[in-house]
């Protein structure tokens, strides 16, 4: 999988990178590590609970290119820094 960060037209930078993509997802999961090496600037931040009830806020990136075979999309990448919510019991996950 090849990852393109857009945010500076004089300066792409592009790292190519083994993973697994999950059909399923309905978006890009990258952790600190790939938005350094990317140079993604944080847009906003998302509260996200999770499977088990725990609430999460996670930062959103700018827009990033993604290339996999013959396919290709443009989207905000959710990861980096994660700030935990105390858990709220009987709270629905998302």
Do not use: F, Q
Request: charged content about 30%; cysteine-free.
């Amino acid at each position: 999988m090849l990852i393109t960060s857009i945010n500076k037209e004089d300066e792409i930078r592009t790292l190519k990178i083994e993973a697994m993509p999950d059909t399923g997802a309905w978006t890009l999961v990258i952790n600190e590590d790939v938005r350094e090496k990317l140079g993604l600037t944080i847009k906003e931040t998302s509260e996200s609970t999770l499977a088990d009830g725990k609430a999460n806020t996670y930062d959103v990136t700018e827009g990033v290119e993604i290339r996999w075979k013959d396919r290709y999309t443009v989207l905000p990448a959710v990861g980096g820094s994660t700030r935990r919510k105390r858990h709220t019991p009987g709270r629905s996950a998302v």
